[in-house]
């Protein structure tokens, strides 16, 4: 059999993709804000239910920039459950990232733990949306509100999530980011997004993405160049017209995952209600020897990922800080080594599924 990668990209017919292309060769605008760079900015502020959006090169330029844009300094609050970047945009900026431990239940950092971390320094709260799974956006507010703080979500999980009343998540705090790697739901190739409530932050978010030109001779800040190309954005839209579908697709499969899964000794899945997720992952919880499932099913070909394992908090440039012991993080460190994510992604099998789900049964029993 092959081998099952956590993902796999979603690819149109590459016919599909040569219209697009024959479009730039005759136009010969690469990139710099083309027409399809400004295409795709339009429909994902319409599928996304956003008022502005700036494309980016990818997330993690995104979210420095994101920093940037709202002159953050100082410390800020973030969770150590997450993928390196979060923490790194942070370091990337010159701010101190201080850890605050997550829920159990949503995994995303626990807005009951966040005001002991907060210190005259502190400037701003970066939660990230993991697996797609809201934060609780409300009390976050509140909170920053409360603090005079800024909020800015790494939301690069976190593509059409709707909150409670059916709106998009990416609508709260002051800025969300996306990214639209090719590991992700929605995927550019590589690629991100700022969304913004304000044409004035958008206007100051797209000098900074372009060395901070504002015309041909005025440069207003020391930008960075993360503009998205013309293929990337061309890609992007037409990935756009399948992603209703995939969307469906990762539904089903994460219902036929819960339910093979649900009554397995020792193996816990999410419980988070359903109405709120986009079935961007498929994290299922280890009691006992998570590493011995983690290397079982590699050895069956299913190569299944330990996201978020190790900690940020534990790696060298952040791990002297006070904020990322252990003792800090108590949730996050138990979920960390209990976590494995399943294969998940729109044209995975049922008999792949079925495949992965009988490899774990065995393992429970034995
Ligand atoms: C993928 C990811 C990023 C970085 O996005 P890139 O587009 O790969 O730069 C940042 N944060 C989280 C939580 C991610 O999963």
């Known amino acids: 059999m092959k081998p099952i990668y956590v993902t796999q990209p979603t690819l149109p017919p590459l016919e599909e993709f040569l219209p697009y292309l024959e479009k730039i060769w005759d136009n010969k605008i690469l990139t710099n804000g083309g027409e399809f760079h400004q295409q795709l900015e339009q429909v994902l502020c319409e599928y996304l239910g956003v008022k502005h959006l700036s494309l980016f090169t990818n997330g993690t330029i995104a979210l420095i920039t994101a920093l940037q844009a709202l002159r953050i300094t100082g410390e800020v609050i973030t969770t150590p459950y997450s993928f390196v970047a979060t923490a790194h945009s942070l370091l990337w900026n010159g701010i101190k990232p201080v850890f605050v431990d997550i829920d159990p239940i949503t995994l995303n950092l626990d807005p009951a733990k966040i005001?002991?971390?907060?210190?005259?320094?502190?400037?701003?709260?970066?939660?990230?949306?993991?697996?797609?799974?809201?934060?609780?956006?409300?009390?976050?507010?509140?909170?920053?509100?409360?603090?005079?703080?800024?909020?800015?979500?790494?939301?690069?999980?976190?593509?059409?999530?709707?909150?409670?009343?059916?709106?998009?998540?990416?609508?709260?705090?002051?800025?969300?980011?996306?990214?639209?790697?090719?590991?992700?739901?929605?995927?550019?190739?590589?690629?991100?997004?700022?969304?913004?409530?304000?044409?004035?932050?958008?206007?100051?978010?797209?000098?900074?993405?372009?060395?901070?030109?504002?015309?041909?001779?005025?440069?207003?800040?020391?930008?960075?160049?993360?503009?998205?190309?013309?293929?990337?954005?061309?890609?992007?839209?037409?990935?756009?017209?399948?992603?209703?579908?995939?969307?469906?697709?990762?539904?089903?499969?994460?219902?036929?995952?819960?339910?093979?899964?649900?009554?397995?000794?020792?193996?816990?899945?999410?419980?988070?209600?359903?109405?709120?997720?986009?079935?961007?992952?498929?994290?299922?919880?280890?009691?006992q020897n998570r590493d011995a499932l983690y290397e079982k099913l590699k050895a069956n070909g299913i190569f299944g990922r330990r996201y978020f394992y190790p900690l940020i908090s534990d790696f060298p440039m952040y791990r002297a800080l006070p904020s990322a012991a252990a003792a800090n993080l108590p949730v996050a460190q138990k979920i960390s080594h209990e976590v494995i994510c399943l294969p998940m992604y729109p044209n995975l099998t049922n008999e792949e599924i079925d495949f992965i789900i009988s490899l774990i049964i065995d393992f429970s029993v034995t």
């Open 115 to 287: 005001e002991a971390a907060i210190t005259p320094q502190t400037t701003a709260i970066m939660p990230v949306h993991c697996y797609g799974y809201p934060c609780d956006v409300e009390r976050i507010q509140q909170i920053a509100d409360n603090y005079n703080l800024k909020v800015i979500y790494d939301a690069a999980h976190a593509f059409g999530v709707q909150d409670k009343s059916g709106g998009g998540i990416l609508n709260y705090g002051d800025l969300s980011v996306l990214s639209f790697h090719a590991t992700k739901v929605f995927n550019t190739f590589e690629g991100g997004a700022i969304i913004c409530p304000d044409e004035k932050t958008k206007r100051r978010i797209d000098h900074l993405k372009n060395f901070g030109f504002v015309d041909e001779v005025t440069v207003v800040a020391a930008g960075i160049n993360g503009k998205m190309s013309e293929i990337n954005a061309a890609f992007g839209l037409l990935q756009l017209k399948g992603i209703d579908e995939a969307l469906g697709q990762r539904k089903k499969i994460d219902a036929r995952y819960r339910e093979g899964l649900k009554n397995i000794a020792g193996i816990r899945c999410t419980n988070i209600g359903e109405h709120v997720a986009n079935y961007a992952y498929f994290p299922i919880f280890v009691e």
